[in-house]
């Protein structure tokens, strides 16, 4: 073997220790950063040459390409544990809002509302002549009424800001499958260069996972190495150089929960019509099962709670005479429907403009009668919700329990996924993390083996200088 071969081994030590140094500084400059997978030189021996008629002597090393250590298994277990988690944290910031509305601690509720108007009744019944009385009962009504304004308005504000918040999120998804289309197509032409792109694999991977955040997605490798994203129960996002685009439009309220003029969700790729009853898991997920059923379910309770007070107090006021022996007077405004009648929910002008029309007497002329006021206090503890099974409070009480559930539910299920996502960046760490003690104790040794091999060099110069020197004495 020559001397110049020997300086090939040495100088393909240096050029390996080199870039492996390389390779761990850019490791350790990256450690911080999320999702960043470690990476390796992977090296190989060159092929040896004959020395003599047996021996074969080596010439030094390879660099094969940069190895990003990374388990794809892993990663398809992170991206659903993040879609979980971010379906139940979205849920838990609706649900949260929500309980808040119904918290009656510090201040007067409707549920107590609602009982202080039936004792302003039984007031009335045992002085119905009594004016302070009289204007004591319209003023808790009002008070329950303005209540149930209070209830409906804050909840469609909560739907209200579920509708911004989609609107904002269908941005995000189109940024994020504009950026996954554009990394497949500069990976597929780094790789067809010979290079590897592992940065811009990690960069792909947490535009994927950041993607799968928002709806149940499923992810596979096309024969180039692509990712093909495609949205469960609707089709194709990221396919190759393509990518489907998501808007909001507003629309008529359907028969699944959708109020109207709220948002629905489309895609470019329908032409069908919306998809937002096919989206499931995830943030948009969350919204739209809040929006469309949790808060629906609330606010026709509300309505159906709303429809039945102003019934069964009509009924029974209708039939009572006021101070000037008149019946036939409602105390509540007849409502048209059940449809929003929590936001249509009023005392009637005759109650509104004189206390005198209430009614608390069976008979005209009676000034000490009771009967009716007695009637309409004792409707508070007649079954009149749920075709006969349950009483006004206990409904009331039955909508705050059930908010309160859910949300105790969907926060212990989301404490225990976030259990589970930070077991899983622990597993991920431990594969792709970077170590910066193992970095640098690698540093260490690669600028051992640099030194070395160009002392390999070196002592192939000084060789070198002493044949040429011998043939000049020659």
């Known amino acids: 073997m020559g001397l110049p ?62 190895k990003r250590i990374n388990d794809e298994y892993v990663e398809k277990q992170l991206r659903n544990s993040g879609r979980d988690l971010s379906h ?10 929500t309980e808040d509305i119904f918290n009656e ?33 319209r003023e808790s009504s009002q008070a329950m009424v303005n209540d149930f304004h209070r209830l409906r308005n804050e909840v469609e504000e909560v739907r209200r800001h579920i509708d911004q918040r989609l ?57 180039d190495g692509a990712f093909i994203v495609d949205v469960r129960g609707i089709g194709p996002f990221v396919a190759g150089p393509s990518v489907e685009r998501f808007s909001v439009f507003r629309s008529k309220a359907d028969d699944q929960g959708k109020p109207e003029a ?27 099962q809040t929006r469309d ?16 007070m102003t019934e069964a107090v009509n009924s029974i006021h209708v039939q009572g005479y006021n101070r000037d022996g008149r ?20 005392l009637s002008d005759d109650i509104k403009t004189n206390v005198s029309n209430i009614a608390s007497a069976a008979q005209p002329d009676s ?9 309409i206090s004792g409707l508070q503890n007649m079954r009149l919700m749920n075709n006969g099974k349950t009483t006004v409070d206990d409904f009331f009480n039955s909508i705050v329990s059930d908010v309160g559930v859910a949300t105790n539910r969907n926060r212990a299920n989301m404490n225990q996924q976030k259990d589970i996502q930070n077991q899983l960046v622990k597993m991920r760490d431990q594969i792709s993390g970077v170590s910066i003690d193992e970095e640098t104790a690698n540093i260490m040794q690669f600028q051992h083996t640099f030194d070395a091999s160009a002392k390999v060099i070196q002592v192939a110069d000084e060789m070198l200088k002493t044949v040429l020197e011998l043939k000049r004495m020659g």
């Open 167 to 223: 609107e904002g999120y269908t941005k995000e998804i189109n940024a994020l499958g504009e950026e996954i289309k554009e990394l497949n197509i500069k990976i597929k032409m780094m790789e067809l260069s010979g290079a590897d792109a592992n940065d811009l694999q990690d960069k792909r991977d947490r535009a994927l996972k950041n993607l799968a955040t928002y709806m149940d997605l499923s992810m596979h490798k096309d024969k």
């Open 88 to 97: 139940m944290e979205e849920k838990d910031m609706v649900l949260k809002q």
């Open 5 to 66: 071969n020997v300086m090939h081994t040495g100088r393909s030590g240096m050029v390996a220790a080199k870039a492996s140094i390389a390779t761990a500084g850019h490791n350790v400059a990256n450690a911080n950063v999320d999702g960043y997978s470690r990476q390796r030189v992977e090296q190989a021996n060159d092929t040896p040459r004959p020395v003599g008629s047996k021996a074969l002597v080596g010439t030094g090393t390879l660099i094969n390409g940069v």
């Open 105 to 137: 601690m510090g201040g007067e509720g409707l549920n107590r509302l609602m009982s202080k108007f039936f004792n302003e009744f039984r007031k009335l019944g045992n002085e119905p002549d009594n004016e302070a009385i009289r204007q004591a009962v």
């Open 367 to 375: 000034p000490g009668d009771n009967r009716i006021a007695i009637a």
């Open 293 to 308: 059923q949790t808060l629906s379910t609330i606010l026709n309770r509300l309505d159906e709670l709303a429809t039945n």
């Open 327 to 346: 019946n036939g007077i409602n105390f509540f405004k007849p409502l048209q429907g059940t449809e929003r009648a929590a936001a249509f929910f009023d």
């Open 262 to 288: 709220a948002y629905d969700v489309k895609t470019t790729s329908t032409v069908g019509g919306p998809v937002t009853h096919q989206i499931q898991g995830g943030k948009l997920g969350a919204l739209l």
